[in-house]
């Protein structure tokens, strides 16, 4: 798949009649020769352009980072607040909040007080993507590279699907965005394209246009 591909199925869905809103373009990945309950995908990508969305994020952190979380996170949430949190408040958190970071020092507490539901919504602070931080950390680069940040899950069947921006960005950022997802899960297949039954593009309210 190359980038005439994507600019192809791009000017097709220029053809769907406009919304009063700005839609989102979500890529689809249809997947093949693959058992994903035995072999999962979930594959964090950082895209080059913005996804057309500002993340929302949450901060564990105590007084070593709480001045940086208060400037650069959307909720602060200190060890003091935990008993606040019952198993509902929790639920609305990581309903309402996109990533959770940690402190490093706070991250067996937090676990043990929210793990039980973040980490069944998959929203647990993780290492692999850098949100568990050293008490001398710099946030304002992680949360930047958050917002540049995809994240591709097998959740029910071989389709994977997530958004990689929006209807009012240049057509090129798309692009590049597009394939950028696409080689990361390659890389994250056991087969590569042999385990690529097929590409989409689809808008909020379209439906999928092939690309490859």
């Known amino acids: 798949m190359d980038k005439q591909h994507v600019m192809k199925a791009l000017d097709e869905l220029k053809l769907i009649p406009k919304r009063k809103f700005a839609q989102s373009y979500d890529l689809v990945i249809n997947l ?14 950082t895209v080059p352009h913005s996804k057309g969305k500002k993340i929302k994020v949450a901060a564990f952190v105590d007084q070593q980072l709480a001045g940086q979380a208060d400037q650069f996170c959307d909720l602060v949430i200190r060890e003091a607040d935990f008993p606040k949190y019952d198993v509902k408040k929790m639920k ?5 909040y996109d990533y959770f970071i940690a402190q490093a020092t706070l991250m067996p507490k937090v676990a043990a007080a929210f793990g039980k539901v973040l980490g069944t919504k998959g929203k647990m602070p993780n290492p692999k993507l850098g949100c568990v931080v050293p008490p001398t950390a710099m946030l304002e680069p992680l949360i930047k590279r958050l917002n540049h940040t995809v994240r591709v899950q097998s959740r029910k069947g071989l389709a994977l699907q ?3 921006g929006k209807e009012t960005q240049p057509e090129m950022e798309i692009v590049d965005n597009v394939l950028a997802v696409y080689q990361a899960v390659l890389k994250a297949v056991p087969n590569e394209t042999q385990n690529i039954k097929n590409v989409a593009l689809k808008l909020s309210m379209s439906k999928p246009v092939r690309v490859f």
């Open 32 to 45: 093949k020769n693959l058992v994903t309950k035995q072999e999962p995908i979930d594959v964090f990508v």
């Open 162 to 164: 997530c958004m990689i």
């Open 92 to 96: 609305v958190l990581a309903q309402d």
